[in-house]
């Protein structure tokens, strides 16, 4: 719609097109005799800020929005451009009814706060972040959760470019770069396990998920990331490392031949004491790395099914193992040994055998009712 007003009239209408004619429901030629003024199709509340836009001085260019009434008194939301004569108090208007992108940009932002809500319900973080030319980790949006974890909230980071690296343990800040510097190399992800400090000398460990969302007008990616709090689980591996430590240090201590292994692999060796290696006469790292620790890597081959059989049926039928069979030490001798093992089930249900060898081999040879050995 086109129209011209007079700014020295009190904004009369002095010419318009048919557009503007239908939509006032003012005959082009009543428009033509200065019966319409402007003012009169503008809800009263924008009249001084329209005024105010027009008659600014050294301003040729018109811009306002402002709400219009129609010929049937709706009200109309209307981009207005326009531009002023030169030496003169007439100025021409382009006006464009934008009520419907007004309408649909209204509940794009009612459905984007509600999908925030939603988003904050969710007990993981959520955020949106980019990596800035002077290397830093602006972020975008966070919900609640992510706030938490990095140990700030969303007014902080709201309607600014809020860096987190700050936020992100020094130990690890390096690797985080890094890994992202990948991700944006091949288009890959990032799954890493990081430090947030959340207060001085206070820090979580998170899981931290990410991968590129989309690319900005700079072609920047931009981030979507998922953090997780593993700090319970962290906090648990560290004592079950403390536990396996102390447990391996104490075999390493235990006198005789003593040793571990799971119910299912029964010569795969999980931790041997002192004793035990000395009796192979093997170093532990021959026995654990050039023999991935394999008990049956010196057991015969005539033996070892049925050594294997006899324990799995044993295990089966109580908590307890005891055979006999023969065993090679590295001096090339063979020694025949009582292998007497317990059933031992962790709080989590995972069943282990503990172990103990015994050279038996001049008992051995007095017996004779001893079916399957050497």
């Known amino acids: 719609m086109n129209l011209v007003v007079d700014k020295a009239d009190n904004l009369k209408v002095v010419d318009s097109d048919t557009h503007f004619s239908e939509f006032t429901g003012v005959h082009p030629s009543k428009i033509k005799q200065g019966k319409l003024f402007l003012h009169d199709i503008i809800k009263p509340v924008y009249r001084e800020e329209i005024m105010k836009a027009l008659c600014k001085k050294n301003s ?15 009200e109309v939301f209307i981009h207005c451009t326009g531009q002023n004569f030169e030496n003169s108090s007439l100025c021409r208007l382009t006006l464009a009814d934008v009520s419907k992108s007004r309408e649909k940009q209204a509940e794009l932002e009612k459905k984007a706060k509600q999908m925030n809500y939603l988003i904050d319900l969710v007990t993981g973080g959520v955020c949106l972040f980019k990596v800035t030319s002077d290397m830093h980790i602006e972020v975008t949006y966070m919900n609640s959760a992510a706030c938490k974890l990095f140990g700030t909230s969303k007014t902080a980071y709201k309607g600014q470019n809020y860096r987190i690296d700050e936020l992100i343990h020094p130990e690890d800040k390096s690797l985080v770069f890094q890994a992202i510097g990948r991700a944006m190399a091949t288009d890959g992800e990032v799954d890493m396990e990081i430090r947030t400090i959340v207060h001085k000398d206070e820090f979580r460990w998170c899981k931290f998920n990410a991968a590129i969302q989309k690319y900005d007008e700079d072609n920047t990616p931009v981030f979507h990331a ?11 591996e560290e004592r079950a490392d403390k536990m396996n430590d102390t447990l391996v240090e104490m075999f ?7 040793f571990c292994t799971d119910t299912e692999d029964v010569f795969k060796l999980q931790i041997v004491s002192e004793d035990f290696i000395k009796f192979l006469g093997y170093s532990r790292h021959q026995l654990f790395e050039e023999h991935n620790g394999r008990l049956d890597d010196f057991v015969s081959e005539r033996e070892k099914k049925y050594v294997e059989a006899t324990m799995k049926k044993q295990i089966q039928q109580g908590n307890e193992v005891f055979i006999r069979y023969s065993v090679r030490t590295k001096s090339g001798k063979f020694f025949v040994v009582e292998d007497a093992r317990k059933v031992v089930v962790d709080e989590n249900g995972k069943a282990s055998m503990v172990g103990r060898l015994k050279n038996v081999t001049k008992k051995y040879y007095t017996e004779s009712n001893v079916p399957g050995m050497v």
Request: aromatic share 12%; no cysteine; net charge negative.
């Open 252 to 258: 390493k201590n235990l006198p005789d031949p003593i």
């Open 226 to 236: 998922m953090i997780t709090d593993i700090t319970r689980v962290k906090e648990a």
């Open 60 to 74: 040729p260019y018109v811009y306002f929005d402002a709400e219009f009434i129609d010929k049937n008194k709706n």
